[in-house]
């Protein structure tokens, strides 16, 4: 099974820009559909954004985050990103990272998804 590693948060000011990386432990990354989730202290767990698997041709993203958001993934380097434009104090959240072996699956939900990495705190200043 694929284990996933988060890295890239910190602090930011309204505004700005950051990228988020989500690393894979093996090589069939690319078999995988993945996900962006986050999690704001007292609140529930929410979808961010998705890409398919392989090519990555399809990608979904939350309606509050399109237009600042993008996903991506490099399979040569077992590798999904989140570039985030534009955040705003309510992108605040730990960022999750999450991984799908299913063939078809609603990828908005966090049941969808059998493996998750530990998380990364984006803190976004007013």
């Known amino acids: 099974q694929v284990h996933l590693v988060e890295s890239g948060g910190g602090l930011v000011q309204t505004g700005g820009s950051l990228r988020l990386f989500c690393e894979a432990s093996?090589?069939?990354?690319?078999?995988?559909?993945l996900a962006w989730f986050r999690q704001a202290p007292g609140k529930e767990r929410e979808f961010v954004a998705a890409i398919s698997r392989n090519d990555g041709y399809n990608t979904w993203y939350k309606d509050s985050v399109k237009g600042r958001f993008i996903v991506s993934r490099d399979n040569t380097r077992n590798t999904m990103y989140l570039h985030m434009t534009r955040v705003m104090p309510e992108d605040t959240a730990v960022y999750y990272c999450a991984a799908s072996s299913d063939i078809t699956y609603t990828v908005t939900l966090a049941t969808s998804y059998e493996v998750w990495g530990q998380g990364t705190q984006v803190t976004v200043s007013a």
């Open positions: 093996e090589r069939t990354f690319s078999g995988y559909g």
